[in-house]
């Protein structure tokens, strides 16, 4: 009876191991596809993201605006897309003249006046910021120590979290770094670049040196983590806004889109001690020349800007018919854009056809918006590799019909004459100008040239603190 009794005890107990190790392993993955059921289950509340394939984002855009074909962009092989003698086509919108026609004479008609502009660009040419736009949470990821040029540097790796609880099928991490000089008095100016994505190698470039042993800070921000630079509009936080569902006309670009994401970096420089959130410039080359251009012009907060090589869609008159043009971009990069920027391609449209000589504003205008602030224009030579493609001299014209808002506001324009079509672009490596300034550079598509010369005109206005070389870096 006894051993029949422990026998049966063994076999229990073996039964309850056996039964403890079974739920021990099964119970977790029992549990994970019930929490993954339940979060397919909640997904599921949500409407599908769209996702098109070739250019099927495109032509839904052109479907909505009832446009039926689109003119060919203009052929950089051609040499009569670079006609100077027939290249300015359509007279430029009055930058200082009210709707009503009543002439901006005053400082105090200027803040109207900008509204009418910025109308118009949102509606025609970049994009409305929705105001349903999900609210971002910084975090710092990580914090190291460095030495540039004998200068000892804090930096400071960013994550910009966007809340996706609206649409949990999208997720957007802003990328963002900031690095400061460590031992200041008090808070440094700090120049924010458009990162490209890729690093050149491990030396730290020149123009990053130059800033902090003027006792600035540099900081980079990746736009394709904010938004993708293609059609994908329905992910990035235009998606993520949108719920994953296709934009409207007047929605919001990639531009714009870049545009925020520094709006939000500005947010975060505000908490931080280290940085004069005051004394905050952004730089661009290119594409994001464009941005940088845009950034300025709709975020007040943005004290400086340094515009590299932007050409179409940046600081080259949309009427300047000379290179890249509207068309290229309405057949090519329109998502930079708002969708209302494509009717200004159309050749067959429910409402006929339009060009750049409709558009209701034009680049000049854009660079006016960011007046009274510094902003310089940067090109390098065609020689060198700035192609004829991004004119230069488009640029130019723009930069010296925003001249007049400068002057209303009591700041310095280019110093010339004042006609954008007969005032000749100055040499090679000369500045010219004030709080607008312009300068080419002896280089090719690049801004690297031009740090030396634009830090040096910054300095006017950005008031930096002295730093001291080859101390210590204090605790954090």
């Known amino acids: 009876m006894t051993i029949q009794f422990y026998r049966a005890v063994r076999s229990l107990a073996a039964f309850v191991v056996a039964a403890l190790v079974l739920v021990s392993t099964e119970l977790p993955i029992l549990t994970a596809r ?24 495109h032509q839904n855009m052109m479907d909505q605006l009832g446009i039926k074909a689109l003119r060919p962009g203009a052929n950089p092989k051609d040499q009569s897309t670079f006609d100077e003698a027939i290249a300015n086509k359509y007279p430029l919108p009055e930058l200082m003249v009210m709707k009503n026609g009543t002439k901006v004479t005053k400082a105090k ?3 109207a006046r900008r509204a009418q502009i910025m109308e118009d660009f949102e509606r025609e040419v970049y994009g409305r910021i929705p105001k349903n736009v999900p609210r971002v949470n910084w975090e710092v990821t990580n914090t190291s120590t460095g030495n540039i040029a004998g200068v000892p ?10 809340d996706n609880s609206s649409y949990p099928l999208i997720k957007v991490d802003i990328q963002a770094s900031v690095t400061t000089p460590a031992n200041t008095s008090g808070p440094v100016p700090v120049m924010v670049e458009f990162e490209w994505g890729f690093k050149r190698g491990p030396a730290v470039p020149a123009w990053q040196q130059q800033l902090i042993a003027r006792g600035w800070g540099f900081a980079g921000i990746n736009p394709t983590s904010i938004q993708a630079d293609g059609p994908a509009l329905t992910s990035g936080i235009i998606g993520l806004t949108n719920k994953g569902q296709p934009r409207k006309p007047e929605d919001w670009g990639a531009l714009r889109a870049w545009q925020w994401g520094v709006s939000r970096l500005l947010d975060y420089f505000e908490t931080d001690k280290a940085i004069d959130a005051r004394q905050v410039g952004i730089e661009g ?11 300025e012009a709709f975020e007040p907060r943005i004290a400086i800007g340094f515009i590299g090589s932007s050409g179409e869609g940046g600081a080259k ?28 391609g159309a050749s067959q449209a429910i409402f006929g056809s339009r060009t750049a000589g409709d558009l209701p504003v034009d680049s000049h205008e854009l660079i006016a918006l960011c007046a009274p602030r510094p902003c310089f224009i940067s090109y390098g030579v065609v020689e060198k ?5 991004v004119d230069a001299h488009g640029s130019f014209m723009a930069a010296v ?12 324009n280019l110093g010339t004459a004042g006609n954008y079509l007969t005032d000749s672009m100055p040499p090679v490596g000369q500045l010219i100008g004030g709080e607008l300034a312009w300068r ?19 300095s006017q206005f950005i008031k930096a603190t002295p730093v001291k070389v080859n101390a210590a870096v204090p605790e954090q």
Do not use: C
């Open 401 to 412: 019909a925003a001249g007049p808002a400068y002057r209303l506001l009591g700041k310095r």
């Open 285 to 295: 080359l290119s594409r994001y020349g464009k941005a940088a251009l845009v950034t």
């Open 385 to 389: 590799g700035d192609a004829k493609w």
């Open 34 to 57: 019930l929490s993954a059921r339940a979060a397919q289950s909640d997904l599921s509340k949500f409407p599908p993201q769209v996702k098109f394939t070739g250019d099927g984002d």
């Open 109 to 111: 008609q200027w803040p």
């Open 317 to 344: 008159l949309h009427r300047h018919i000379f290179g890249e043009a509207v068309e290229n971009l309405t057949g090519g990069e329109y998502y930079w854009m708002a969708g209302n920027f494509m009717k200004y």
């Open 153 to 162: 540097t804090i930096t400071k790796t960013l994550v910009g979290h966007v």
């Open 440 to 458: 080419q550079h002896n280089g090719g598509h690049s801004v690297a040239e031009n740090w030396p010369a634009f830090i040096e005109w910054a």
